[in-house]
């Protein structure tokens, strides 16, 4: 579906741009003509796939932020595309999922293991097998041919690249790669916001001044977004439109600047009313979370 009016561009970021954190040390390159992905594991019928036989298949497009759970408060590793791919779920219950398959653990062609909770691929969000972004085929370094999403999750436990299996099997028999190094098994995404402008440190003239950047909570949404100036009050920001709660929210708040040092600070309330937490914690071992704040001055 097209997005809705009013979004600014940057909305959706450039595939050159998108973000990266893999851990392969060259990007695999997979032959498209031997290329198979197996379902099996804790399933009554497992089944093989080519790439011909996954692209035969009904596919859908949808616009999703992925971000990564190393992310720092204010980090880059975020961004929004267009993902063509075909549904999960409706293949993990054609297969025949049995009762006690917690987890789904995907492998890569490069031997990497990602493991998502199989609650949260079959609760009604769009789980896809990704094999287009932003209108092209799914470039190498972003998992070519074939790369799990799930939306809500981060990366690490949700967005396995260059799969080739994926295993139905619990989180009591096997950690992914990792869960095996400390970070939490199940990655749900926490709510956070991010100034993009103006830029730290930036010198700026007085006047109205456009304080502006985006917030993030998929799969529960952004109800609101607030900024604050020094010691002041929240302020409300205006939340630009968005086409789901899968993805960012722009937001703006026009500052009526006054002259000196000045601390800006963003906070986010999530589409349940849960407000972001203002305490800083390390992204380790399940996300970071805090407010973002940046210093400017004004002459």
């Known amino acids: 579906p097209p997005l809705p009016p009013g979004i600014d561009p940057g909305f959706v970021t450039a595939n050159p741009d ?7 040390l060259t990007v695999p390159r997979v032959d498209l003509a031997s ?12 089944a093989e796939l080519s790439f011909a036989d996954l692209l035969d298949r009904p596919l859908v497009e949808r616009v999703v932020t992925l971000n990564c759970v190393s992310n720092e408060v204010g980090g880059p590793y975020i961004g929004t595309a267009r993902w063509l791919g ?32 199989m609650a949260a691929l079959l609760d009604g969000r769009e789980p896809l097998l990704c094999v287009g972004m932003n209108g092209e085929p799914l470039p190498l370094e972003h998992g070519f041919p074939v790369r799990m999403l799930t939306p809500g999750l981060y990366g690490y436990v949700g967005a396995c690249k260059w799969v ?5 099997t619990t989180f009591d028999a ?18 956070a916001s991010r100034i993009d402008r103006p830029a730290p440190f930036a010198p ?17 949404g952004i109800r609101a977004v607030e900024v604050r ?35 800006l600070a963003v ?7 849960a407000v972001q937490p203002e305490e800083r914690v390390t992204p380790f071992p399940d996300g970071a979370t805090g407010w973002h704040t940046i210093t400017v001055s004004v002459g």
């Open 35 to 46: 290329w198979r992905l197996t379902i099996g594991g804790l399933v009554d019928s497992p």
């Open 204 to 220: 700026l003239a007085g006047g109205t001044l456009a304080v502006a950047g985006v917030a993030w909570a998929q799969g529960r």
């Open 18 to 24: 998108f973000y990266r954190v893999d851990t392969a």
């Open 86 to 117: 075909v549904p999960l779920a409706p293949l993990l219950r054609e297969v025949g999922l049995r009762q006690d398959a917690d987890q789904l653990l995907a492998r890569s062609v490069d031997g990497m293991t990602i493991g998502a909770p």
């Open 174 to 191: 096997v950690d992914a790669y990792w869960v095996e190094r400390g970070w939490a098994p199940q990655g749900t995404i926490k709510t």
């Open 229 to 263: 100036v020094d010691d002041g009050p929240w302020q409300p920001a205006t939340l630009l439109p968005v086409p789901s709660v899968d993805t960012w929210v722009q937001w703006r708040y026009d500052w009526a600047a006054t002259a000196g040092s000045h601390t």
């Open 164 to 168: 080739t299996e994926l295993e139905a």
């Open 267 to 273: 906070r986010a309330t999530d589409g349940t009313g």
